[in-house]
């Protein structure tokens, strides 16, 4: 398990696309936003929460379609699935090498980005814990939409697809703590159920995954 | 322990390849599959391995005793030979690489990444990889694939050390590898499509 965690880590700094890839793209669409709507500060400090939110998820999503088809293309995912792993502990291991490369740099790097877009002083702390929070629900649902989608050439939209509407919880609870505390109001309700978003689904997917996996290996 | 397959009928995709195979291979000893393109050796193989379900039938003391090796060898482009060959390793609870580095001749460029080795290289690796695992069954589908003549002979002399070991093998091969073994011929085995074509006439 950790000599899987480990490779994954190291296959994302070497060849790339890891680290910075995610971070490049949330950047942008962040940059894009004021060109779209208009570069007035009041407009912008409003929105920054939910900007924000969109832009890290929608960066966490781009790289999913390798996450379990590079192990597939190559057969190591058929040499994985006869090793003493399970295939549920598999899927899990690379969704935490997944968000360790891609959704803690974005969780990092999201404060830097909320002073582009004029975020009120008082929803930094708040947005950083809530996409700490929500991101590993993210990458853990993104692994099961690669697993669906693992045997199918150019299945990167079809995995789009499957992925964004069972996102819509966690972005939910998610931009809704973000920006209640933005305005200064009380985050710890939808906080609480994103954590227990985030927490049902650590606990459930690897299952379906592995499921999943299991099935499309054949 | 011996690997038995009792009656086993095995297919891809719904359409049933082999059915009726029956073998026991036991400690020392090793199995050649022999047969045509697409006559389900691979399925087969497949099947043993664990990583389809069988169609009907029974495979007996598979279970988590096999190294699998197929056409593609699982390997990294961007790790190097020692790093490919040690998360293997580790994924199997062993730790120690030297020996399969040294029986593929591949110890010349442990520092060398993957990416950047021939094919027959890249091939050794892959095979060099079933040492590593420990583990005694070794099923193989067509192991000798873009290896050169020297290493075709290597890879012979790497099997009978594990079966001299205790271990066994079982292969789809093409080439005689002058490894003592027995053969099965798969398409005495054949799931008779053509029943079902008759079937579909008499309905109509």
């Known amino acids: ?218 | 322990m011996e690997l038995t397959v009792t009656d086993l009928a095995v297919g891809r995709g719904g359409v049933p390849l082999l059915a009726g195979v029956s073998f026991a291979l036991s400690p020392g000893r090793a199995l050649v599959l022999r047969g045509p393109n697409g006559s389900g050796k691979t399925t087969l193989l497949r099947t043993v391995a664990g990583l389809q379900p069988a169609m009907a039938g029974d495979v007996a003391g598979a279970d988590e005793r096999i190294a699998y090796a197929a056409h593609a060898d699982g390997l990294k482009a961007a790790l190097t030979v020692v790093e490919n060959l040690g998360f293997w390793a580790a994924v199997f609870g062993q730790s120690e690489i030297a020996p399969a580095l040294a029986a593929f001749d591949l110890a010349g460029f442990t520092g060398r990444r993957a990416g950047q080795l021939s094919a027959g290289q890249k091939r050794r690796l892959g095979l060099a990889r079933l040492m590593v695992t420990g583990r005694p069954i070794w099923v193989l589908d067509e192991p000798t694939v873009s290896l050169d003549t020297a290493s075709v002979a290597r890879f012979a002399d790497a099997v009978r050390a594990h079966l001299a070991g205790g271990g066994m093998a079982l292969m789809a091969t093409h080439i005689n590898l002058g490894i003592e073994a027995d053969v099965l011929d798969v398409t005495g085995f054949q799931a008779q499509a053509a029943t079902v074509a008759q079937g579909d006439e008499a309905f109509l």
């Open chain 1, 1 to 218: 398990m950790r000599a899987l965690f480990f490779r994954d880590l190291r296959l994302a700094l070497r060849a790339g696309g890891g680290f910075g890839l995610g971070i490049a793209f949330f950047l942008i669409v962040v940059v894009l936003v004021p060109f779209s709507v208009g570069a007035e500060v009041t407009l912008l400090s409003r929105i920054a929460p939910g900007v924000l939110w969109l832009g890290a998820l929608l960066a966490c999503l781009l790289s999913l379609d390798r996450l379990l088809a590079v192990d597939w293309e190559d057969g190591a995912l058929d040499l994985l699935a006869t090793s003493p792993l399970p295939l549920e502990g598999i899927v899990a291991v690379k969704a935490a090498a997944h968000w360790v490369t891609t959704g803690l740099p974005l969780v990092l790097a999201a404060p830097l980005f909320g002073i582009l877009l004029n975020l009120p002083v008082g929803g930094y702390g708040t947005l950083v814990l809530s996409l700490g929070l929500g991101t590993p629900a993210l990458s853990m649902i993104g692994a099961f939409g690669a697993a669906l989608t693992v045997g199918i050439k150019r299945g990167g939209l079809l995995l789009s697809l499957l992925v964004l509407p069972l996102y819509v919880p966690t972005l939910i609870f998610g931009a809704e703590a973000a920006r209640r505390a933005a305005q200064g109001l009380d985050a710890a309700t939808p906080l609480m159920l994103l954590a227990g978003v985030s927490g049902a689904v650590l606990a459930c997917m690897p299952f379906a995954a592995g499921a999943v996996l299991r099935v499309n290996l054949r």
